[in-house]
C-alpha cells in the first residue's frame, strides 16, 4: 500500500468525529471480523531500575516512583501467568522488561527459555525489552517469539521533550532488525504527554512509512504517575482518544489497534465507542507492567453485552486447521 502524505492523515483526522467513526468502522469491517478482540496480558518480567529517562516512566531509576524493583524473574515463575492466560482467553502474553537494550548474557538465555515455555504452551509470546540487535532478534525469534514491541511514543518532533538519553533513530533501528528476523512487530505511542494534533498526526504518518505496517499498534493514554515529570499532566478526554483510534484504524487498516493503557479511567459505554471505531485488542489482567488495570469480571461482562470474542493465537488457528 502506498503511504499516506502527513497532509492526507491531517484531513482524516480533522474530520468531523461521527465521519471519522464511520468511515473507520467501514475499514474494520472490511478487513476484519468485527466481533473478534485479541486479549493480551502483560507480565513485568524485570521491573524498575531503567537508565533511560523516559518521562513518563515511573521504572525509569531517574525518577523517585513507588514501584517495587524487581531483577529478572526466573521461568518457572510464569505459570502462574500460563495458567491465567489459559482460563481468561488470553492469547498473548506480553514480557517487558526495563532495560534500555538486550545483552548477550545470562539474563538473556534465561529470556530465551521464557520464550520456548509460553510459546510451547500454544500462546503467541511478544517481548518489550528495549532496543535489540539483528541477532538478538534473531534468536528471539528461533526461540519462538511471535512480536516485538517498541514504541515510538510520539512523533520525531516531539521525542527529545519526552526522552533524551536515546533518539528516535534508534527506535526506527531497532523495529528494522526485528523486521530482518522476521518478527511481527507492535508499535504506537502514547497520547496526553502534551503533544499537539501535528504530533499525533506526525507519529501515524511514521507509522504509516513502516513497510509492511507492524502488524500490531497500540495506542496508550499517558497514566500519570507519581514521581515522573508527567505526574500533573491532564488526562485527554475520551474524545480525543476516539479520534486517535479511528484515525489509526484507517490509516493502518490491516493492523490490530490496541486500547492499551488507561483503559481503567473509560466507562464501559467509552471503551465500546473505541471498539465501534476500530480497537481490536485489549490488555487483560489485575496489572498493566506497574499500574493497575481493569477488572477481568467487567471486561467479560462488557465482551457478552457486545457480542465480542477472545481472538485465537496462531499457534491455535494452526491446531484447528490440521
Ligand atoms: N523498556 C522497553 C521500552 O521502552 O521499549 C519496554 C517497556 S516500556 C514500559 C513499554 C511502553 O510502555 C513504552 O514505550 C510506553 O509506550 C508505555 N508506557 C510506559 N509507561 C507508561 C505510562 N505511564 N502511560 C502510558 N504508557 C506507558
Ligand atoms: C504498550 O504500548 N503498552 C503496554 C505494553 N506496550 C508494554 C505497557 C503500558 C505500561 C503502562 C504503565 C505501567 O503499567 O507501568
Ligand atoms: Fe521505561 Fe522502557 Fe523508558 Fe526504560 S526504556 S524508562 S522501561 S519506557
Given amino acids: 500500500m502506498k503511504p499516506l502524505t502527513k497532509e492526507e492523515i491531517k484531513e482524516i483526522y480533522n474530520l468531523p468525529l461521527i465521519e471519522l467513526i464511520h468511515r473507520a468502522a467501514e475499514v474494520h469491517k472490511q ?77 538473556f538465555d534465561k529470556v530465551l527459555e521464557m520464550v520456548r515455555m509460553i510459546t510451547n504452551e500454544g500462546l503467541e509470546v511478544c517481548a ?36 533524551t538519553t536515546r533518539d528516535y533513530q534508534d527506535r526506527l533501528n531497532t523495529l528494522k532488525n526485528v523486521r530482518k528476523a522476521g518478527l511481527t512487530i507492535c508499535s504506537g505511542g502514547i497520547i496526553g504527554m502534551g503533544e499537539s494534533d501535528e504530533d499525533r498526526i506526525s507519529m501515524l504518518y511514521t507509522l504509516n512509512l513502516l513497510n509492511p505496517h507492524p502488524e500490531s499498534v497500540p495506542i496508550n493514554t499517558l497514566v500519570p504517575v507519581k514521581g515522573t515529570p508527567l505526574e500533573n499532566q491532564p488526562r485527554v478526554s475520551v474524545w480525543e482518544l476516539v479520534r486517535m483510534i479511528a484515525t489509526t484504524r484507517i490509516v493502518l487498516p490491516k493492523s490490530m489497534v490496541r486500547l492499551s493503557a488507561g483503559r481503567i479511567e473509560l466507562s464501559t459505554e ?27 469480571n467487567q471486561d467479560k461482562w462488557l465482551f457478552e453485552v457486545m457480542g465480542l470474542i477472545p481472538k485465537p493465537s496462531v499457534h491455535q488457528l494452526k491446531e484447528t486447521e490440521v
Fill in 270 to 296: 467509552a471503551q465500546a465507542l473505541c471498539f465501534l471505531a476500530g480497537a481490536n485488542s485489549i490488555f487483560v489482567g489485575e496489572k498493566l507492567l506497574t499500574t493497575p488495570n481493569n477488572d477481568i
Fill in 128 to 163: 518489550t525489552f528495549g532496543m535489540i540487535n539483528e541477532e538478538q532478534a534473531k534468536k528471539l525469534a528461533e526461540a519462538g517469539l511471535y512480536a516485538y514491541n517498541h514504541n515510538i511514543d510520539t512523533s520525531e518532533e516531539y521525542y527529545n521533550k519526552i526522552i
Fill in 31 to 107: 478487513n476484519f471480523n468485527v466481533r473478534e478482540v485479541q486479549i493480551s496480558s502483560l507480565v513485568s518480567i524485570k521491573t524498575g531500575g531503567c537508565p533511560e529517562d523516559c518521562a513518563y516512566c515511573p521504572q525509569s531509576a531517574k525518577y523517585q516512583t513507588e514501584i517495587k524493583v524487581h531483577k529478572l524473574m526466573e521461568p518457572e515463575e510464569l505459570s502462574e501467568q500460563i495458567d491465567y492466560a489459559k482460563e481468561n482467553g488470553v492469547s498473548r502474553l506480553c514480557l517487558g522488561a526495563a532495560w534500555r537494550e538486550v545483552r548477550d548474557n545470562r539474563d
